[in-house]
């Protein structure tokens, strides 16, 4: 069974630039969650897709967005990149949303932007 | 702010030996909770979940859960280099704004010793 298919692996983006991100589910998983990790701040939630509705979205600024297909699989957008948001982004997936869910990671998007 | 606290670490222990990493946190309502292992450079690979009080064991892991603690711990036995790496505790938390979200502690990385 494949796992969970982020692209691209690796982003160089200058400031102002906007990126999008893509994430392909495990095979029958209908939640998809992304995260950003960075050192200073770990794994921080992102927002989270079900059945192509966002269900839940994290802290960060209306430039984070992001949107899921009638296959599952999502992809995030930033807008007017800023250096702070260099970082790893990671896409989660799960089978549905229930609490005794497990969820699983893509190997991430490294995003570097100068 | 819902919380997840790890020790940063490092936490090293000699080859063979017992490795002990724990987590608190604030959620009382708190159901879920997951241990994932990162390695350097790498996105986190889920190793345990747990959502009941008591001792879940997985080979040389053993998750265990007190709720009226808000405790979560992990212990790895015969402890390898190739445990080396940084582990985060996860926690699902409580409530329809929580659902599909994961809290991470900011990780402990352990160091095996040959």
């Known amino acids: 069974k494949a796992g969970v298919t982020q692209t691209p692996r690796y982003l160089i983006k200058t400031r102002g630039q906007q990126v999008t991100l893509s994430c392909s589910p495990i095979?029958?998983?209908?939640?998809v969650s992304w995260y950003q990790q960075t050192p200073g701040q770990g794994l921080q939630f992102l927002f989270e897709?079900?059945?192509?509705?966002?269900?839940n979205k994290g802290n960060f600024p209306g430039r984070f967005s992001g949107r899921q297909f009638s296959n599952s699989r999502s992809e995030m957008n930033v807008s007017t990149l800023e250096l702070g948001d260099s970082a790893l982004y990671l896409c989660?997936?799960?089978?549905?949303?229930?609490?005794?869910?497990?969820?699983?990671f893509g190997q991430g998007t490294r995003l570097t932007v100068v | 702010q819902k919380e997840v606290e790890q020790n940063s670490g490092p936490l090293s222990v000699p080859e063979g030996a017992i490795a002990s990493l724990n987590c608190t946190y604030s959620d009382r309502g708190s159901q879920s909770f997951f241990w994932y292992r990162q390695y350097s450079g790498k996105s986190p690979e889920l190793i345990m979940s747990i959502y009941s009080n008591g001792d879940k064991e997985d080979g040389r892991f053993t998750a265990q859960l007190n709720k009226a603690s808000q405790y979560v711990s992990l212990l790895i036995r015969d402890s390898q280099p190739s445990d080396s790496a940084t582990y985060l505790c996860?926690?699902?938390?409580?409530?329809?704004?929580?659902?599909?979200?994961?809290?991470f502690g900011q990780g402990t990385t352990l160091q095996v010793k040959p």
């Open positions: 095979s029958g998983h209908r939640s």
């Open positions: 989660a997936s799960s089978l549905a949303r229930e609490l005794n869910t497990e969820a699983f």
């Open positions: 996860a926690v699902k938390g409580s409530g329809s704004g929580n659902t599909g979200k994961l809290i």
């Open positions: 897709y079900f059945s192509e509705t966002q269900r």
